[in-house]
């Protein structure tokens, strides 16, 4: 399996990257960097990783990802030795180091013999390069391939400012029409037959979620509505599709997913997703922006996608992602709290009871160091459900792609699934007594 990949990663990257059109001049031409994350090498379009100066300071921090791992719940090999694998990690940055100066050193050979022609001294060089380079590459290999689970194992560093035992309530809103709305009791069989009639389940295919009708004339002035929103706070509208490619690859193999070995360790399926819009998708661009010079307009960027993303069981979910990354560890509680306004007021404005929570450590996913959530009351299941998720990231993602200034860089990401929102939403507006569903004022001017 190793080395079939690595020839399948060879092929799909020469395709991509041949139609690569990346332009800080032309920004209607953005296209994602190619990611592929936990792979052999790490390879990207844009730059190979992990970092040596990554490992090294990996090495010294053993001890404490091993009791943030224990914190969350993440399994922990009980045969890895910290002195070992310290002096394995340091010998995987030297490798590392040492192995792309001797492709330099190829290609500087391979040059000269190009412009002066072959001759006895050159092709001795060169043969001897290439023979320390074949036998490098295998030591790395071999380290890499123990190494590189483990690596994408780490889970991000908790924030101190999250509760530890329990979640904690940061607002409550009570909606509007309450009283109305807790004097309806169980659906009858007409607003059943309305609700039915605005959205249903395939039962075939991907499990997709389709909109009807008023379902759909609702998720467009939604869309709508919720893309006005960002676009007031200086958000970068982006098509989901074109974020697509390292979902692509990640699916060539679609096989053997969900075995696969170099997967991230997490108690649920959470954080493990084929996405269009989503992880995968958000390290390729994240990858890009990086590699842009800061006085353009992706230096601190705030960006907005809307979209679909499947988990692993193929189920569909319609989702609107806003995401910013910044340089440093200062900005990025203010960049949180503006992502929490921006969606606490979309909310509260469409009159839906909701409340607001700072997440407890043991329920963070490995790749978030803080998470907000914002739930609405569904009153026919009498419980709080799950709307939109807003997480700060920390070093994980940058560190992830081996950026050279991985310690600087902060992403704070949310996302908003649309389906369970428009669900609280037909019950809140639905009329008790003939079952129709009317909409908020909010998004009268945005109604079809």
Known sequence: MIRSFRSNFLYINIR?????????????????????????????????????EFLRKTSKRLTTIHQTMKMR??????????NSLEEELNRFAELSEKLDNLKRKREKLLTKI?????????????????????????????????????LLSIPADIQIDVPKNCSEIIDQYSGSQTELIDKMGAINHMRLGYLNNISHSSIVGPNARYLIGDGAKYFYALSDYLSDHFN??????????????????????????????????TVDDESQRLHLVGDS????FCGWISKQPSQTLFSGCKWVQIGSSYERTMKQEHCVRATIMVDNNVEWKQSMDELYQIWWKSITNLGLRCKSTHCQADSLQPNESARY??????????????????????????????????TNKQLISSNLTLIPLLECLFEHNQDPTTGKISHPQCLSNYYL
Not at 117 to 134: A, I, M, P, V, Y
Not at 243 to 260: G, I, P, T, W
Request: overall charge negative; charged content about 25%.
């Open 73 to 82: 719940g993440l399994a922990i090999e009980n045969n890895i030795d910290n």
């Open 373 to 406: 959530e914002i739930s609405c009351w569904l009153h026919s299941m009498q419980e709080w459900i799950p709307i939109i998720k807003i997480t700060h990231h920390g070093h994980y993602i940058s560190q992830r792609l081996g950026l050279r200034d991985f």
């Open 16 to 52: 991509f990257s041949q139609n690569r059109t990346l332009s800080t001049e032309h920004n209607d031409q953005i296209q994602s960097s190619l990611y592929i994350s936990g792979r052999h090498e790490l390879n990207s379009v844009l730059q190979p990783s992990f970092r040596p």
């Open 232 to 265: 007031e706070s200086l958000f970068i509208q982006f098509k989901g599709l074109d974020l697509v490619k390292s979902a692509v690859v990640e699916a060539v193999n679609n096989k053997s997913f969900k075995d696969d070995p170099f997967a991230i360790q």
């Open 281 to 284: 998708s958000l390290e390729s």
């Open 114 to 150: 190009k412009k002066s022609g072959s001759n006895g001294e050159l092709d001795s060089k060169f043969t001897q390069t290439k023979q320390e380079l074949l036998e490098v590459r295998k030591l790395f290999y071999e380290l890499e391939d123990r190494l590189i689970p483990f």
